[in-house]
């Protein structure tokens, strides 16, 4: 999977389509990412008496397929493929977006 944590995304199919945000979690055996403040869902939670926190209806980001969400380019602000390629050395591969060819942490 090309996506990884703290990668700026732009969401290009669903409800949310446009929406821009921090992927939070990355799940690779699922291929599906959860992306901050997109795709949320309503979760109705009881009451903990171990905890003495009161239950209600919590607001929590679910998680969308890898498919759905392009790479944002930190050079251009525009979406981009990701590629890998191998570093200088040879032995490292190194994420580089296909657009500007910017190297990825």
């Known amino acids: 999977m090309k996506i990884h944590?703290?990668?700026n995304v732009i969401i290009?199919?669903?409800?949310?389509?446009?929406?821009t945000g921090k992927v939070l979690r990355a799940l690779p055996s699922v291929e599906k990412v959860i992306?901050?403040?997109v795709n949320i869902q309503k979760h109705h939670k009881k009451t903990q008496k171990d905890t003495k926190q009161g239950g209600g209806i919590v607001e929590v980001s679910a998680p969308i397929h890898v498919?759905?969400?392009q790479l944002i380019d930190p050079k251009?602000?525009?979406q981009t493929r990701v590629g890998v390629v191998?570093?200088?050395a040879g032995k490292k591969n190194?994420?580089?977006t296909k657009k500007s060819?910017?190297?990825l942490k």
């Not at 290009?12 to 929406?19: E, L, M, N, V």
């Open 12 to 19: 290009i199919a669903g409800k949310d389509k446009g929406k």
């Open 86 to 88: 191998k570093d200088d």
């Open 101 to 103: 060819s910017t190297k």
């Open 35 to 37: 992306v901050q403040g």
């Open 76 to 78: 251009t602000g525009k």
């Open 5 to 7: 944590k703290n990668d």
């Open 94 to 96: 190194v994420r580089v």
């Open 67 to 69: 498919s759905n969400v």
